[in-house]
């Protein structure tokens, strides 16, 4: 528990250091809370809270410790089966604990009991709660975020997973005209008017099914909602859907409230999940530190991940809404039925609620290999980054010093590469039999990630111990294979070897698949072989000639991949032509581009003529006649720079994306002629559709491939005429594009155009207008500010993502392509000055975590410029860190994730980043969130 902390400004104690807490410290709950009832009395700049608490034994010795954050509440009263305490005497507070000795709770007899009640009264502000952790208030409406420890922010409680109690009633109290609309979890069975307070109104809240207090929610404001219901198919059961938000906002709630039902039915027919209370309430916010809350039956959602229509929402923020609307009710079953003992098994129900999101945008984009290529990508651009860098950890973490900083794509994405091996290695039928062991046996309890493990072995009488070592792993395995042919015995051998940081060898599924090496036909279709060794041999026996492997298909496991054939480029470019798994035949285009990129960075040309297999790869790509426009697309993008950085030692970022860079511009010369012409003919295919903007796959990869195109053909600006022809093209599908995903794609080209006077007034026109068309539209502005639609995964290798970045990823991958983007994207040589000046716009703000990330992280993550010589982009970022620090620190620590990796670059770079941690580690106060992050970074 926090010795620091504080709720607004973070006092702390100059001499307290933050505690590390270890997963190996866990003990049950000696006394823990079988039920509770709570009355929220909310008025302006004063909330009081009073909870009733039924005290009953837990397992083993101890006493009674309530959690309670004492920067956030003030105690105004508490008792004990109606006696008042006496502090020092009944009971005791330190720091952000509430203790009573056991011997109060057992009373004079000494006796065990069944159960005692006991009462607190507590004030808060919710108004002054810049942390947005505990109860605060976003816009005019009141809102609460607890995961993971902001119900100590609200009321004393044991303030932990495995503490599951009933929330029997939940009383909210509030002005009636300015909080119309008031949610709790669960059902509402009562409401009404305050008797003799005229203007004030209730209502109460009751949740039959008991919950840990990060499943707490309750939200008051003046609301506007959509609604319909859904039947379960399973017992009949009617649910009323929900989704509310600003009465402003109401017309774009339509695609989150059909993404709800549609994941609903999903999880029927895949896992035979049915929903279990009579309503299901969302309600986006606009302060919000994450992407969005699973609360028990209210889900929270951040409105970037809600509020869509073709006006101010792109296809991936779609896309990106209706994975995330999954994800939280995936997590009905996943995390709140069953939840995590204590938070070093987070990844039991996000890694798992991840895996599941995943697939359930696989079947509704009705494509998994495009789903697969997007998914890969993110883990590569950013968890690979991460367990690279000092924050890495194994997906199950050993210790933490602030919770908050563990919510990453470690715990999230490897977490769901993890399940994927089990269902890689059991089988489809063998995955779900463990799925429905694992529920049978916890439904209703607090468990780990070991006992997921022994439900998937039990249930399929497979022995996974060996499997168990992915849990506690850290850092990236890589795979080396090795191949001989023996013509007379016509048997392939493939050696496997494997290295990580595990003392011993990991249980890892590689998928393989061998191609006649003549014609390219399957001559052995997808085997998944299991390497448990340290070095492995699979023969293939019964060939009629020479093959080729295809190794790792659909990335079967999270590791590197290694080959040891001298002539490697030479076999990408027959399996970027040849090979039947989509997913690795992309895959060797990408380490097609990648060696040339590298060879162009470098100075050297290899004798292999890379640059010839890359022209014939994208020539034949281009050429495709096909309607999966997506994989089409994402055949043309050449890997992000963060993705490639992981594969240096020394990272020059400037170099790399100069490189990057040349290559694209020399694939846009020589395919001129052709990209244009698919382009147009993209162009009047979608004209031809008279402009509605359609969002089935097909109108979806059409839109993604054309603006693919568009960057390409926006890249060659060397000389005058080619900056007129470029920035009129792009201007010209500014105006003439009604939906916000061929406007921002247009609009991220313009953005990064100088030159000459119509080429400059161009780009200043088109963001003006964007601008003003916003109207004020907060998610339009944002993507004003940024161009976060291109970049975090572009140029990112070492920004410390937070939980929201991760679903944004899917976003800027698919948009990989489109680098330069809107402002804090832009690739001006001022944009460090655009970035400052923005800093001062009205409508920017440091409390707004979206308005913030939407200029600040997207900036460092903008390499080339962030990196720039001189370490001002450093520089600028520390002093912003230090701001926020004192205001959000979930937030601030974040951001400052974007200076810790400094060993991996020039000895000068290095030395600035490291100068800026230690400003901020000398800081005080400064915040537990942020000393983790910049002490880990120092060592
Ligand atoms: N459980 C939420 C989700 O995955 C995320 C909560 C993150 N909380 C935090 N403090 N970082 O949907
Ligand atoms: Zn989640």
Redesign the pocket.
């Known amino acids: 528990m926090a010795l620091r902390g504080g709720s607004d400004a973070v006092a702390v104690a100059e001499t307290t250091t933050p505690r590390e807490i270890f997963r190996s410290d866990y003990r049950p709950l000696p006394y823990r809370v079988g039920s509770v009832s709570m009355n929220f009395d909310i008025r302006d700049g004063k909330t009081t809270v009073e909870s009733e608490l039924t005290i009953v034994p837990g397992v083993g010795e101890g006493d009674l410790v309530l959690d309670g954050e004492a920067d956030a509440l003030t105690l105004l009263s508490i008792s004990l089966d109606g006696k008042t305490m006496i502090e020092g005497v009944d009971y005791f507070v330190e720091g952000d604990a509430l203790t009573i000795p056991s011997r109060v709770l057992l009373g004079n007899e000494n006796d065990d009991f069944a159960s005692r009640k006991l009462r607190t009264m507590v004030e808060i502000v919710p108004e002054t709660n810049t942390q947005l952790?505990g109860l605060y208030k976003s816009g005019k409406m009141y809102c609460t975020?607890c995961?993971?420890?902001?119900f100590r922010r609200i009321t004393y409680y044991p303030d932990r997973p495995d503490n599951m109690a009933v929330f029997e009633r939940v009383r909210i109290e509030a002005d009636a005209d300015l909080y119309p609309v008031l949610l709790g979890n669960g059902n509402k069975v009562e409401c009404g008017k305050v008797e003799g307070d005229e203007g004030r109104h209730y209502a109460t809240w009751s949740d039959p099914y008991p919950k840990p207090s990060?499943l707490f929610c309750i939200v008051a404001g003046n609301l506007g909602s959509v609604s319909s219901t859904y039947t379960t198919r399973p017992s009949g059961r009617e649910v009323r859907l929900e989704v509310y938000s600003e009465p402003e906002n109401v017309s774009k709630l339509g695609h989150a409230l059909a993404s709800l039902r549609k994941s609903m039915m999903w999880d029927e027919d895949e896992f035979g999940l049915e929903y279990d209370l009579d309503v299901y309430n969302i309600v986006a916010v606009s302060d919000f530190?994450?992407?969005?809350?699973?609360n028990k039956g209210l889900n929270v959602f951040n409105t970037a991940l809600t509020l869509a229509d073709p006006r101010s929402a792109t296809d991936s923020d779609y896309e990106r809404i209706e994975s995330?609307v999954g994800?939280?009710y995936f997590?009905n079953w996943t995390?709140n039925r069953v939840t995590c003992r204590d938070w070093f098994q987070l990844t039991l129900?996000?890694g798992l609620?991840?895996y599941r999101d995943q697939e359930f945008s696989g079947d509704m984009m009705n494509s998994h290999a495009v789903k697969r290529i997007e998914d890969v990508n993110a883990l590569r651009a950013r968890q690979f980054a991460e367990d690279a860098g000092p924050m890495s950890h194994p997906i199950r973490p050993e210790s933490y010093i602030s919770?908050?900083n563990?919510?990453t794509s470690t715990v999230?994405s490897k977490g769901a590469e993890v399940i994927r091996m089990y269902r890689t290695l059991l089988g489809k039928d063998g995955f779900r039999r463990g799925m429905d062991l694992y529920f049978e046996r916890h439904d209703g309890s607090a468990v780990t990630c070991d006992d997921f493990l022994s439900a998937m072995a039990d249930a399929n009488r497979a022995d996974l111990t060996q499997f168990g070592l992915w849990y506690s792993t850290s850092g990236t395995p890589t795979v080396k294979y090795f191949t001989k042919y023996d013509e007379s015995a016509k048997t392939f051998h493939l050696t496997l070897s494997q290295e990580s940081n595990s003392d011993k060898p990991l249980h890892i599924p590689v998928a393989v698949g061998l191609l006649d090496k003549v014609s390219g036909r399957e001559v052995v279709p997808t085997k998944v072989l299991e390497l448990k060794e340290k070095e492995q041999t699979f023969d293939f026996p019964g060939l009629d000639g020479e093959v080729l492997p295809s190794i790792l298909r659909g990335f079967s496991a999270p590791v590197k991949l290694v080959g040891s054939s001298a002539d490697e480029e030479k076999d990408w470019a027959f399996l970027a032509a040849y090979d039947s798994d989509g997913y690795n035949r992309w895959e060797s285009g990408q380490k097609l581009y990648t060696s040339l990129i590298f060879q162009t960075m470098r100075g050297v040309q290899s004798e292999s003529n890379t640059m010839e297999h890359v022209y014939e790869a994208f020539q034949r790509t281009l050429a495709l006649d096909t309607d999966d426009y997506s994989i089409q697309a994402y055949g043309l993008i050449m890997p992000s720079e963060s993705s490639m950085a992981e594969e240096l030692d020394v990272v020059d970022p400037v170099a790399l994306h100069k490189a990057r860079g040349d290559v694209k511009k020399s694939i846009a010369r020589k395919f001129h002629s052709e990209i244009r012409a698919k382009y147009d003919e993209l162009t009047s295919a979608m004209k031809s559709t008279g402009g509605e903007i359609k969002l089935d796959a097909t109108s979806i990869g059409r839109r993604r491939l054309r603006n693919v195109l568009l960057d390409y053909l926006c890249s060659l600006k060397e000389t005058p005429e080619e900056r007129e022809a470029a920035s009129e093209l792009a201007m010209n599908q500014f105006q003439s594009s009604f939906g916000m995903t061929d406007r921002y794609a247009a609009l991220s080209c313009l953005v990064s155009m100088g030159g000459e006077e119509s080429v400059v007034a161009r780009r200043d026109a088109a963001l003006q207008k964007f601008y003003n068309d916003a109207e004020g539209d907060a998610l339009v502005i944002d993507k004003w500010f940024s161009g976060k639609e291109a970049v975090l995964n572009v140029f990112c290798p070492d920004a410390y993502f937070?939980?929201l970045t991760?679903f944004f990823a899917l976003r800027y991958l698919n948009h990989l392509e489109m680098c330069t983007a809107v402002q804090a994207m832009s690739d001006l040589p001022d944009v460090l000055d655009k970035v400052k000046a923005l800093v001062e716009h009205p409508e920017f703000t440091l409390t707004n975590p979206n308005r913030c990330r939407s200029l600040i992280s997207v900036f460092s993550g903008n390499a080339a410029h962030f990196h720039a010589d001189g370490g001002e982009g450093y520089k600028f970022l520390g002093e912003i860190i230090a701001k926020s620090d004192k205001l959000n620190p979930?937030l601030s620590s974040r951001m400052g994730g974007a200076l810790i990796r400094w060993k991996r670059y020039s000895e000068e770079r290095g030395a600035s980043m490291k100068a800026e941690l230690q400003k901020l580690a000398d800081m005080k106060p400064i915040s537990n969130d942020l000393f983790e992050v910049v002490s880990r970074g120092l060592k």
């Open positions: 952790s975020q995961e993971a420890m902001g990060y530190n994450m992407g969005a809350m699973e995330v994800h939280e997590h995390g129900k996000e609620t991840v919770m908050d563990f919510y999230y937070d939980h991760y979930q």
